[in-house]
DNA sequence: ACCCTCACCTGCACGC
DNA sequence: TGCGTGCAGGTGAGGG
């Protein structure tokens, strides 16, 4: 389902509900959700950690845990004792690294609300509610790790800068446009190339720049790199801006009427361009549709 | 490194 | 009504 602006959504909302609970149990659903790992291990390492903080690389959500601490039991110790047992068992940190693919949602439910269907993991919460993780495709997954070692996951070690970082720079692109034959559409969509873009706001993106999708990356002139590197962040951004401010874990996500009318291009093949009336054009490129005008967009 | 197709799944809209 | 087809906001694997 989602793209960048999305999943920033997504993260914006489960900060503000989910920060600083603690997570009492948990109820993975679907093996195949946090495979390889066992869903008895998972839900070992979940009990009783606390969510610390919600974080986003790319379309990856990264949801921060602070672990519990075991402490020895059966034995009684002194203060000195206990003080310095809790030295030596730092609070391990740990990452639960999400991916909401196409249909993944959550939700923060009462306890008194039926769970949807398609529920693959429950996560219960100290203030009785639940988050739920439900995905009508399947294709969502979602990985344990210790967060020193989220940079190294595999998925998010390669990811290109963030969109809105200084490193994702003019000469960014450019360098990495100029060592590419395929084109744009297709490179846009590689997200360790160019982070964050999804069918959608690729072909937005484009459209904005005025730049046909099937332009080869290393033929761009500098003049429109600079368009597309402006296109891509304005796109991104006014996104970010324009999805609807009530959207909520309570509802999931979904995109309403007044946020589709957004999109210029993208699933309006026939209709007139918003710039110049001729009709939208829609092609299968890499397997994906692909809409653009072809009066604005040349190659 | 690239390209393509297929695979992963379910549900919805469409035409007959 | 049903049944078949094609399509969907993402990505990864496998073959050339």
Sequence with gaps: ???????EHVV??????????RIVAS????????????RRAFNRKLKDSTIVGIGRRGKFILIELEERVALPHGRTYDTHR??????????????LIVHLRMTGKFLYQSP???????AHAIFYLDNERRLVFRDQRKFGVMKLVPASRIRNAKGIRDLAPEPF?????????????SRSQRTLKTLLLDQNKVLGLGNIYAAEALFRAGISPFAIAADLSTKRIARLHAAIRDVLKFAILHIKGSISLEDGFSYGAAFERFWQVYDREGEPCVKCGARIRRERHGGRSTYWCPRCQRR
Excluded at 1 to 7: A, C, F, K, S, T
Aim: glycine content about 2%; proline content about 8%.
């Design 27 to 38: 109820d993975i659903r679907l093996a195949k959700l946090i495979a390889p790992s066992s």
């Design 82 to 95: 206990q003080v310095n047992l809790q030295k030596a068992a730092r609070k391990q940190r740990l990452a």
């Design 1 to 7: 389902m989602p793209e960048l602006p999305e999943v």
């Design 165 to 177: 970082e200084d490193d994702f720079s003019v000469d960014y692109l450019t360098e990495t446009l």
């Design 12 to 21: 914006r909302a489960l900060q503000r509900m989910v920060v600083g609970r």
């Design 112 to 118: 008194d609300d039926p769970l949807p269907r398609h």
